[in-house]
């Protein structure tokens, strides 16, 4: 009856043949339809107290309702078409495993400790590590002897200059080098994910963390963006368009960044190796990092009038849980894993010859010259006039101006901070397991807590070029670009901060200083925003999580 009085609101505005379908989106307030119609006041007014009295007197809102109906029938249909031998009341096994890993108690600790077991596999450093077996290989053997010993035995019979060789092999194979020696690590950790989602896994966790989300005022399919997000950042922030409700979809687009990519991962690999004795819990805590993080953002972000409001509903099948296709799983580690090495073979590579170039050239003697040591190159000069404004993060000493530049860097793509280092740390020679080359250079020059700042800060900064250039397109508008782009930067650098600053207070690492006084304030702010009223100006009907098994 509701779907009839639309119809005559809609009256000659659509063709009688597709009258009920308009009914339909307009009822289930589908935000394309209602601008192609572009209905009066009166017809506005008339649609919104029909849906009204119906959510009222069905208690749901009406795109939940279309979407029973829709199960209704379906199952209707099913029933007259076959009979299951089982009894209706018989549990499947999908049903029995879902009882454990979607429990409201358990499901959490259990994503965590699968997350956990992933990272041990592709990047921990016990022996079922196959990531860091592979990694090993690729940096000790490939880019550690093989690579280098032959190309410096061929640039030598050819009687290349000594630049152009110095390009060569500390140019360019050390900084492409330094990023493909973590292939191995990325392969497995998507290979895996891949398996995680083939076999139905992830829409359990879709499930798990809109329960989470909508506890803070977060919409579940923000999750979706932030999964694809793990792969790549770009076609992450290009999945929230799926999000209908504005302000859920500008939120998510602000905080997927902060999800760690494939891109983030040689960073995390890179200083879990040289700092933290090859611990899976550094890579597992950065994703937890970036999932606080997300959090974080939403409760406070809902706060303020432009993101105030009730989360939109979130309907969702799962499917039945099965095995995973093999040719599925390797086209999709290929696709991932294929981006990553691409970058390496084109971007990585430009941007390696002009890193090198900087770091070996530097103005002496009154001329520009090559350079023995780095500290009196361009790139030092470079990164030491901007520094300063990462001292209070501890970035101090002579690695700070080399972190800044690795930072910077970061921004033609995250990949490049690995890069960055292996131009920077090239005369030491290539990553290494046992840490008599770069990795003993590295934690020489980062302490414990101020490796932990330089990496939160680059999980949580703002994205590689390619990925601002997606939140330019998603959200249309200069102001609110620069408003998420920003809004990354101010978290990142506060968050690093308050790490340093106040866990260096804790430790007896740093000593009590105004920076330390300016950590404990922003904690206060931070505090405030998480638990201060937040804006009321909407009244809004509160909805509820559905999930559905496919074919129930």
Known sequence: KALEQIE????????ASARFWYAVKVFEKDERVLEELNLNDVQKKAVQTVTDRLEKEMDDDSESIITTQRYEFIEKTLSDCFHKKAKASDMTLSDKIDLIVTNRWLALPIFILIMWGIYTIAMGGTVVSIGTMGTDWVNDVLFGEWIPQGVETLLTSMGVSDVLASLIQDGIIAGVGAVLGFVPQILVLFFLLSVLEDCGYMSRVAFIMDRLFRRFGLSGKSFIPLLVATGCGVPGIMASRTIEQDRDRKMTIMTTGFIPCGAKMPIIGLFASAV?????FVAVSAFVIGIAAVVVSGIMLKKFKAFAGEPAPFVMELPAYHWPTLSNLLRSTWERGWSFIKRAGTLILASSIVLWFLQSFGFV???LHMVEDNNL???AA???SIAWIFYPL????DMAWKATVATFTGLIAKEEVVNTFGVLYAGLGEVSEDGTEIWTAIAADFSVLAAWSFMIFNLLFAPCFAAMGAIKREMNNAKWTLAAIGYMCVIAYCSAMMVYQI???ITGEVPFSIFTVIALVLLSVLLYLLFRRGYSGRDEVPVK???LEAGK
């Open 365 to 367: 003697d009154g001329g």
């Open 8 to 15: 005559s609101v809609l009256g000659d505005k659509v063709p």
């Open 545 to 547: 999580t559905i999930a």
């Open 503 to 505: 866990g260096g207070l």
């Open 377 to 379: 190159s361009l790139l």
């Open 276 to 280: 933290f004795g090859q611990s899976a």
């Open 394 to 397: 501890g970035w101090a000493g």
């Open 382 to 384: 470079i990164g030491r």
